[in-house]
C-alpha cells in the first residue's frame, strides 16, 4: 500500500537527473500550480497561495512598521501616460497586453494592461504632492502584473502573469530616496535569507541590466540547483526621471519648488519558484517552517482497539500545539505510509506520528522534513521540542543552501576560467570592467549574464578578467532564469 | 485658525441637501479615492484601503473556518471557454474588456479581462476533481474585475474596475451546495451588519435579478439615505449548469458518474461606498469601530511650557491603548482644531484629548465621532472606558440605520401607494406575483426594480399590488444605485 501510495504520487524523475522535469512534477503534483487553456499563465493553488499570504503578511508587517501604506491603482494604463517616460515605454512595450475594445465599443485610447505601475502611480503623485508637508509619500501595492514574454512559461519563474508587490516612494531629497531604496533592499534579503531560508548576493546591476527608468536598481540574485542565477526581487533609485516626466514638484521649507525623487520596489511569486528549486527534493518539495501555513502534521496510528485512545491524544496534542496551526490527519480511507508520502510532497516541515505503543510510552516520534530524522519525544515536553526543531530545520535549511553557493561559486581571473566555470554550471565572479561593451561580448560568448555588482567592496586596480582593461570592482556573473 | 481648516479641508455641502456631492466630495477630501486619467477607474487610497484589509482579514477568518482556501486564477479568459455557459456570457459580454494584441503580435484568440471567474474555475474544477473524496472542493480568490460599463461612474459604487472576493465551491449533492449558498449569505449579513453596522434585507431575487447562469441568486439590499437601495453582495446556487457545460462530474461511493452541484458567491469594495454613505455626516466619513484600522486618535493639547508633560502622557497613554492601534498626533505645525477636522473627515471614530488641564486633574476627554458626545474619563480607567465607547460608537451607528430602514421602508398594497412610496425615496414591500412581465412594467413605471424576496414567509393567497393576479409572497422594491 505504502509503495502504491508512492507510486501514484509521487516524483518519478530524480532533482539531480533531470531538475526541469523534477520541478514541474513538483509543482504540479505538490498542487501549487497547474496550467490553464490561457497561454503562459496559471493558477496558483492553495498550497502555493498559503506561502504568498505568508509572504504578504510578513512584508506588510515590515512596511508599515516603516510607515508605507498599501493602496489599490488601476489595472489599466492609457498609452499617453505609459508613453510618457522614454527608457521606460522602451523597455516594458514588446511585452505589454492591450485593450482595444471594450463590449462592442472601440476604445478612443488603447489601455495597456500593466506590466508596472510607475506611470500610473506618479500621474497621481503629481497632483497629490504640493509641500515638503507631503513628503515622503511611501504607497505599496499588491497585484498582478502581465508581461507577453514569448519564451518557454515556467511555473512562478516564467509566467504570463505573475503577483507581485509594488512600492513606489517619494522623496524630498536624494539622499533620503537613496536610503530608502536600500532600506527596502535589506528588508528584502531579510525575508528571503530568514525566512525562505535562501541566501543571496545582493548588490546593483550594471547599466544595461538596470530597470528600464533607474538611475540604479539594487538585486538580489539566488543560485538554483540547475547552476543557474535567478533574480529574486529588486529595488531602485529613479532620481527624478519619473519625477521630471511627470512634473511632480514640491515647495520646499523656504517655498522653492523642487522636483522629488524616487524610488520603485518588487517581489513576486517567483519567490515560490525559488523555495521549491532550492529546498525541495526527490519526494516533493519542502517548505521552510517560518513561512509554512501548518507547519506541523500529526498522523495517528491505530489498529481498530486502539483507534478512539489515539484519535483522541491526537487532537489533544492539536491544541497544545495551536501556535503551529498542525494538521490532524484523521482521513479514513488512507493509510499512515500513505499519508506520509503525501504531506512530504507538500512540504510540511515537521510531522508527529502517534500510536499506541507511543501512549504507553508517554512519547510522539517527530519526523523533520529536510532529511528524515526521527526524534522521539516524551508528550510533556512536546511544545519545546517542537519549537527547536522547526528552528533547527529553518537554520539547517538555510546552511544547506548557503553551502551550496559557497561550492558553486568561483573566482575567475581570466577568460578561460571564466568559460571553464560558467560551462560547469558555476556562478564566476571576478574583476570586470563595467563596459557595455565588453559585458555584450561576455553574454555573446558565454550566455552568462552580470548578475551583480556587490556593495561595499573596496576599489581596487585590477584587470577585467575578460577583456584585460582596468576594472575597479568585482561581479557575479551566471546565466539565468 | 480652526475655521481656516475647515474651510479648505471641509465638506462644503450638506449631505441632506445634495448627497450625491457630499458623497463626492466625502470620498476625495478623506482620501478614500481619486479619479485617475483612466476613465472609470479610480484609486483606492490608503484611508480606504485599510478599510478593505480589514474586511479580508474578517471575511478571511469566517470562511478559512469553514475550510474554503485561497487561490488565484488567471486574470484573462479565453473566449472559447467565455462563451460555454449561454446565460452566463449573454450576460456579460456587453461588457467585457477584450486583449487582442500583446505587444506587436495579434493573439490567436482573443481574452476577455476577467468580469468574474466561473468559466475559468471550471475549466480546472473538471481536471481536478474525480472522485467523491475530492469534494467538497472550497476555493476563494481576492482579486479586481472589470465591467466596462458606460453609464455614469461613482466611486465604489459603480466603476469600471473594482476589487472583490468571489468563492467557486464544488459539491456531491445539491443539498449540500444549497446550504452552502445559505452558509455564505449569512457570513456576509454578520459581515455587513454586525461590522460595517449596515442592516440589510436579505432574500432571493427575481428571475429577472438573478445572476446570468444561476438557478437562483441570495442577495443583502441596504437602503442608502438618497432612497436608494444597494445590492451588497451576493450568493449564487448555481444548480448543474455549469458542471453540465464544463464537464464537472467524480464518481461517487457507489462507482457511479454525476455531476457537481456549485455555488458562487461575491463581495466588492463597493461596500466601502455604503459605508460613506450610510454613516457619513456633514463633517465626513464615519467608520465603524470594528472596521476601522486606527479606532482612536490621541490629540495632544499643550502650550511651550506644558508641551514636554503633555506628549510624554500621550505616548504612554498610546501604549496603554495599543490594541485599539491609536494614532498620536503630534504634528507641530498644525492646532488641535485642526487636527480634530482633519481626522473628523478621515472617520476616526474616537478622539482623545489631553492637556495640561487634564493631566492635573488626571482625566482625559473622549469625544465620540457619531455624535460628538464628550466623555471625560479618569486616567486609570481609560482602557476600559475606550473599549466600552467604542462598543457604544458601533452599536449606535447600526441603531441608527436600522431606525432609518424602518423608517423609510413603506408596506404597499395598491399600485397608487406604491408609485407614492418610491416616489418619495422609500423602500416599498408588498405582495407581488413574480412574474417578469409585471416586473418588467413596474420598472418602466417607476423607474424602481425588484430588490428582494425575503426568505422564510409565510405563503399567503393575496393579490399583487401592482397588478392585482395573484401572489404568495411579499417583495421589496426601490430605485436603485
Given at each position: 500500500m505504502v509503495e502504491d501510495?508512492?507510486?501514484?504520487?509521487?516524483?518519478?524523475?530524480?532533482?539531480?537527473?533531470?531538475?526541469?522535469e523534477w520541478y514541474s512534477q513538483v509543482i504540479q503534483k505538490a498542487k501549487f500550480a497547474d496550467y490553464t487553456s490561457v497561454s503562459g499563465c496559471m493558477v496558483i493553488r492553495p498550497n502555493a497561495y498559503a506561502i504568498w499570504e505568508k509572504i504578504q503578511e510578513i512584508f506588510n508587517k515590515k512596511i508599515k512598521r516603516l510607515g508605507h501604506k498599501n493602496v489599490y491603482f488601476p489595472l489599466f494604463i492609457p498609452e499617453h501616460l505609459f508613453d510618457k517616460e522614454k527608457e521606460h515605454v522602451e523597455g516594458f512595450e514588446p511585452?505589454?497586453?492591450?485593450?482595444?475594445?471594450?463590449?462592442?465599443?472601440?476604445?478612443?485610447?488603447?489601455?495597456?494592461?500593466r506590466p508596472t505601475s510607475e506611470t500610473i502611480f506618479y500621474e497621481s503623485y503629481a497632483k497629490w504632492i504640493r509641500s515638503h508637508r507631503d513628503l515622503p509619500l511611501l504607497l505599496n501595492q499588491w497585484c498582478s502584473v502581465v508581461r507577453w514574454e514569448f519564451k518557454h512559461p515556467k511555473p512562478f519563474l516564467r509566467t504570463r502573469e505573475f503577483l507581485w508587490q509594488e512600492g513606489h516612494t517619494a522623496h524630498a531629497t536624494r539622499e533620503e530616496a537613496e536610503k530608502e531604496a536600500l532600506t527596502i533592499l535589506k528588508e528584502y534579503i531579510d525575508l528571503i535569507e530568514n525566512y525562505l531560508a535562501i541566501p543571496v548576493v545582493a548588490g546593483k546591476k550594471t547599466e544595461l541590466e538596470k530597470?528600464?527608468?533607474?538611475e540604479y536598481t539594487f538585486t538580489m540574485e539566488a543560485l538554483m540547483p540547475s547552476g543557474r542565477a535567478l533574480q529574486m526581487g529588486t529595488s531602485h533609485f529613479l532620481g527624478q526621471n519619473f519625477a521630471k516626466a511627470f512634473g511632480i514638484k514640491f515647495l520646499d521649507a523656504n517655498g522653492k519648488k523642487k522636483y522629488v525623487w524616487?524610488?520603485?520596489?518588487?517581489i513576486?511569486?517567483?519567490?515560490?519558484?525559488?523555495?521549491v528549486l532550492v529546498h525541495g527534493d526527490d519526494k516533493g518539495a519542502i517548505i521552510p517552517p517560518k513561512i509554512a501555513e501548518n507547519k506541523l502534521v500529526i498522523v495517528p496510528i491505530y489498529f481498530a482497539d486502539s483507534k478512539k485512545k489515539v484519535l483522541e491524544k491526537c487532537r489533544e496534542l492539536a491544541k497544545r500545539l495551536a501556535e503551529f496551526s498542525p494538521i490532524v490527519d484523521d482521513r479514513e480511507q488512507y493509510t499512515p505510509?500513505?499519508?506520509?508520502?503525501?504531506?512530504?510532497?507538500?512540504?510540511?516541515?515537521?510531522r508527529i506520528e502517534l500510536g499506541p505503543k507511543d501512549l504507553q510510552k508517554k512519547?510522539?516520534?517527530?519526523?523533520?522534513?529536510?532529511?528524515?530524522?526521527?526524534?522521539?519525544?516524551?508528550?510533556?515536553?512536546i511544545e519545546g521540542k517542537v519549537k527547536e526543531t522547526l528552528e533547527t530545520i529553518q537554520k539547517a535549511l538555510f546552511e544547506k543552501a548557503k553551502k551550496f553557493l559557497q561550492e558553486n561559486t568561483v573566482e575567475v581571473n581570466n577568460r578561460e576560467e571564466f568559460l571553464k566555470a560558467i560551462k560547469a554550471g558555476k556562478m564566476a565572479y571576478g574583476y570586470f570592467c563595467e563596459t557595455p561593451k565588453c559585458e555584450k561580448a561576455i553574454k555573446k560568448q558565454s550566455a552568462a549574464t552580470n548578475r551583480v555588482i556587490p556593495l561595499d567592496q573596496k576599489e581596487a586596480d585590477a584587470k577585467c578578467f575578460f577583456c584585460g582593461k582596468p576594472a575597479k570592482r568585482k561581479s557575479y556573473f551566471a546565466r539565468a532564469y
Open positions: 501510495a508512492k507510486k501514484q504520487l509521487g516524483i518519478t524523475v530524480k532533482k539531480e537527473e533531470n531538475i526541469s511585452e505589454v497586453a492591450w485593450v482595444e475594445r471594450a463590449g462592442a465599443k472601440k476604445l478612443e485610447e488603447r489601455l495597456a494592461v530597470f528600464p527608468g533607474a524616487q524610488t520603485s520596489w518588487g513576486s511569486t517567483r519567490l515560490i519558484g525559488a523555495m505510509g500513505w499519508k506520509f508520502n503525501e504531506w512530504e510532497l507538500y512540504g510540511i516541515p515537521l512519547q510522539a516520534v517527530l519526523v523533520r522534513r529536510d532529511n528524515n530524522e526521527k526524534i522521539v519525544v516524551p508528550l510533556s515536553e
